[in-house]
């Protein structure tokens, strides 16, 4: 079975920035599109960027311009760079593929942004 194990989250101020890290334990994101989802405590979880496996990317209104999605194929990685980093951005952050996730989710990784 496929898992996905998301990392690099943290506290960090308004105006800041992180890059998260999502590892795949197989290679499903080479022909997948993959998708980094947020949820905020009372929200529903939320699609924030997609990567297609030719590399077109696509991302949220709400962080156009601040986040840039990636991948490392050697290293079996999705990234997320996150610039610029608002207050409203703080969620746990998920990992996997669009539209339909078809592994198992990830514990997430956790982005708070507070000063």
């Known amino acids: 079975q496929v898992q996905l194990v998301e990392s690099g989250g943290d506290l960090v101020q308004p105006g800041g920035s992180l890059r998260l890290s999502c590892a795949a334990s197989g290679s499903m994101f080479s022909i997948s599109t993959m998708g980094w989802y947020r949820q905020a405590p009372g929200k529903q979880r939320e699609l924030v960027a997609r990567l297609a496996s030719r590399g077109s990317t696509n991302y949220a209104d709400f962080v156009k311009g601040r986040f840039t999605i990636y991948r490392d194929s050697a290293k079996n990685t999705v990234y997320l760079q996150m610039n610029s980093l608002k207050p409203e951005d703080t969620a746990v952050y998920y990992c996997?593929?669009?539209?339909?996730?078809?592994?198992?989710w990830g514990q997430g990784t956790q982005v708070t942004v507070s000063s």
């Open positions: 996997n593929t669009y539209p339909s996730p078809l592994a198992s």
